[in-house]
Structure formats: C-alpha cells, structure tokens
C-alpha cells in the first residue's frame, strides 16, 4: 500500500496520463474525488495536493485536459472538502465544550483556539491551503474551535480558489518546461518538504517562546 503511494505521488503525471489514455473525460471525477477527500477526510492528508495540481496544469498546458473546466471543478472540491471537514469539527466541538477540565483535556487551551480561530483564523485557513497535512486538519480544527460559519466560508472559498487556480496556472505555465519535466519528481520532493519544514521550524519556534515565557 505504503510503495504503490509513494510511487503515485512521485510519478503523479505518468498515472494521471494513462489514466487520460484510457478513461477519457473520467479524469475529472478522479481529480475531483482525490481533492475532495484530501480537504475533507481528516484521515487522509497524504494524497498528493500541490503537485497534482502542478501536474493537471501541466496536462492542461498539453492540450489533454481543460483548463477552465478543471479549475472550476477542482476549486469546487477543495471548498466542499473543507466545509465536510469543518462540519466533522463542528460536530464535536460542543462535545468538546462540555469536558471537564481533566490531564488530557485543557479548557483553558481550548478557549484561547476558539479566540484565535475568531481573531486570525481566516488568514490561518488561506495560509494552511499551501502547507501539506495542515490543510487538511486546519478545517476540522476552525470546527472545533466554533469559528463562525460565515466567516469560514468566506476564506474556505478564497483561499481554495488561490490554491486550485495559482497551482494549476503556474503547473500551466512551466509544466510542460524541458528542464521541469526531466526533474519533476525532484520538484515534487520539494514541494512536500519545504512546506513541512517551515511548519515544523514554526511550531519549534513556539514551542520554545512558550518554555521561555
């Protein structure tokens, strides 16, 4: 399971192709599904976000695929994937509210989430889009955390747009580059771990503010 994953992640525009060659306009329920289920199924934050959008763009620029179509589409999955995820933690934020304060459940902590959602939570959410495993969870949490409905949807809406259409138009753009295309499973690599780095860097960082405070 765990090699078949890596490798499609890796080699994301020679599956996607000979999927194209075989199914057609199938393609666009796939890539909608992948997207829908990466924003919106808490348990499914590996499934390749950034570079599959990299690589469609890509395909688009190819002629194989629609780019107008595409972006719209997958704009509409990356919404509704994170307004499941955000209703999965609206669903248990109540429950939440209600323990009692205990070893393992801090209602001091919890509180400061839901005021931090309310006061920074947009800008959270729009910055979590491009950070792999972050996006998916940052949804469930606003839930949790009670963040308003409609201040959710406005960023949910924004910041999938800026995702789905910046990724797609830049993979549009160079995708289809020599030097890209011969080095794209290096260009993958990075594009999963520098955004995991930075989050880990960030959250050692406040990490140890917290120690020394």
């Known amino acids: ?11 994301v525009d ?23 289920v990466e924003t919106g199924v808490v348990v499914m934050p590996f499934l390749p976000g950034d570079s599959l959008l990299f690589v469609v763009g890509a395909m688009c620029g190819a002629g194989l695929m629609d ?19 955000y209703a999965l933690g609206r669903h248990f934020g109540p429950r939440v509210f209600q323990w009692e ?22 800008i959270t959410l729009v910055a979590a889009r491009f ?11 606003a839930g949790v955390a009670q963040m308003s409905r409609r201040k959710f949807t406005l960023y949910d809406v924004s910041g999938g747009a800026l ?5 797609t138009l830049i993979g549009y753009a160079f995708g289809n580059v020599p030097w890209i295309k011969e080095n794209l499973d290096k260009i993958i690599w990075a594009m999963i771990l520098i ?5 880990l860097l960030g959250g050692l960082r406040g990490r140890l503010k917290r120690r020394s405070a």
């Open 1 to 11: 399971m765990l090699p078949a994953l890596i490798d499609f992640v890796l080699h």
């Open 14 to 36: 020679r599956h996607l192709a000979d999927f194209v060659a075989a199914y057609g306009a199938w393609i666009y329920a796939l890539l909608f599904l992948i997207i829908f």
């Open 67 to 85: 780019l107008g179509l595409t972006m719209g589409l997958l704009t509409l999955a990356a919404v509704a994937g994170n307004q499941c995820n």
């Open 101 to 122: 304060q205990s070893r393992i459940f801090n209602k001091q902590a919890f509180m400061k989430a839901h005021d931090f959602y309310e006061k920074y939570g947009g």
């Open 131 to 141: 950070m792999p495993f972050v996006r998916t969870f940052a949804p469930f949490v």
């Open 163 to 167: 995702w789905v259409c910046g990724i």
């Open 195 to 199: 955004p995991g780095v930075l989050v």
